[in-house]
T-cell receptor, first 114, second 112 residues
Framework: GNSVTQMEGPVTLSEEAFLTINCTYTATGYPSLFWYVQYPGEGLQLLLK?????DKGSNKGFEATYRKETTSFHLEKGSVQVSDSAVYFCALSDRTGTASKLTFGTGTRLQVTL | DTAVSQTPKYLVTQMGNDKSIKCEQNLGHDTMYWYKQDSKKFLKIMFS???????INETVPNRFSPKSPDKAHLNLHINSLELGDSAVYFC???????????FGEGSWLTVV
């Protein structure tokens, strides 16, 4: 079956540091890949996505590239801010008939300090 | 103009009670979902409906019963609540293009 593996957190960084959160996946076929973010006490927000190999998703300074050869979708940001503190979830989507089923990683908590 | 809205946001109830969480989406999507996030933040799909028809039904106790009166609504009813049902329940929806799933803000259920 499908699975997503994320690096364990928490990840603690100083403001303006470079961020990488690793994500690898196992899937049959060619799934779409996503990063979702959950800020403290809030719901899940779509951060970025990529639907095919070599696609790069980007949003709010975050980027991730769909690497089929390494089955990875690592999240990066060049300069993090305190407001980026949240839990980040990597996920893959595959179709079951007319529904898309998301398989999530366990989430990585990011804490950014001044 | 919230895309996926669910109520209530917070719910504290006693063991053995029956409760419902309501969900509505105004995105015009045909497919809706319920996901559960446990205390360790792990997210797992529970159900999916497409145009009022059940498509995905993961291994969920039959105390949980989704109901979809129309394609814009998917409610979750839980009977005989147990302590282990305490979690955050997320409603979500998706269209046919791009597979992107949009989530509501979550309903924090605490069973005491």
């Amino acid at each position: 079956g499908n699975s997503v593996t994320q690096m364990e957190g928490p990840v603690t960084l100083s403001e303006e540091a470079f961020l990488t959160i690793n994500c690898t996946y196992t899937a049959t076929g060619y799934p779409s890949l996503f990063w979702y973010v959950q800020y403290p006490g809030e719901g899940l927000q779509l951060l970025l996505k990529a639907t095919k190999a070599d696609d790069k998703g980007s949003n709010k300074g975050f980027e991730a590239t769909y690497r089929k050869e390494t089955t990875s979708f690592h999240l990066e940001k060049g300069s993090v801010q305190v407001s980026d503190s949240a839990v980040y979830f990597c996920a893959l989507s595959d179709r079951t008939g007319t529904a898309s089923k998301l398989t999530f990683g366990t989430g990585t908590r990011l804490q950014v300090t001044l | 103009d919230t895309a996926v809205s669910q109520t209530p946001k917070y719910l504290v109830t006693q063991m053995g009670n029956d409760k419902s969480i309501k969900c509505e989406q105004n995105l015009g999507h045909d497919t809706m979902y319920w996901y559960k996030q446990d205390s360790k933040k792990f997210l797992k799909i529970m159900f999916s409906y497409n145009n009022k028809e059940l498509i995905i039904n993961e291994t969920v106790p039959n105390r949980f019963s989704p109901k979809s009166p129309d394609k814009a609504h998917l409610n979750l009813h839980i009977n005989s609540l147990e302590l282990g049902d305490s979690a955050v329940y997320f409603c979500a929806s998706s269209g046919d293009v791009g597979n992107t799933i949009y989530f509501g803000e979550g309903s924090w259920l605490t069973v005491v």
